[in-house]
């Protein structure tokens, strides 16, 4: 009985390591997003900018950014970020999202896609 137990014991032990080794595995990089406001002459309309920022060692690629499930909502080439460059630790690149209140895009859900995978942020409403 023992020996089935201790069985079942290491076999769970195995399952999870490797699960967990998956999931690290399969995470896209990590980055820091968050939205923030400027202002627009002439008016000074508040306007809302994504902005992310790399926390990964190694370089990445950015692809793509899709906020809530919209392509409208945020444009890579609408930003900072030249495409094709490679985004270091530490970086930091704005997306301009539109007039705040106006035409500017809510952020509930942002997925970035990287050369190496991708990775979703939430925001509270």
């Not at 919209?70 to 930003?79: L, N, Q, T």
């Not at 106006?102 to 990775?119: K, L, Y």
Request: charge should be negative; proline fraction near 6%.
């Amino acid at each position: 009985m023992f020996k089935y137990l201790a069985g079942a014991a290491i076999g769970a032990v195995a399952v999870y390591g490797a699960l967990e080794l998956w999931a690290r595995t399969s995470a896209g990089p990590e980055f820091r997003v968050w939205v923030k406001q400027t202002h627009i002459p002439p008016n000074g309309d508040p306007y809302d900018l994504l902005v992310v920022q790399s926390r990964e060692e190694q370089p990445v690629v950015l692809t793509g950014i899709v906020m809530n499930g919209d392509p409208k909502c945020v444009s890579i080439e609408m930003g900072t970020y030249k495409v094709g460059t490679r985004v270091k630790l530490g970086e930091v690149y704005q997306f301009g999202l539109g007039i705040h209140g106006f035409n500017a895009c809510e952020p509930v859900r942002v997925v970035i896609t990287t050369d190496r995978g991708e990775s979703t942020y939430t925001f509270n409403e």
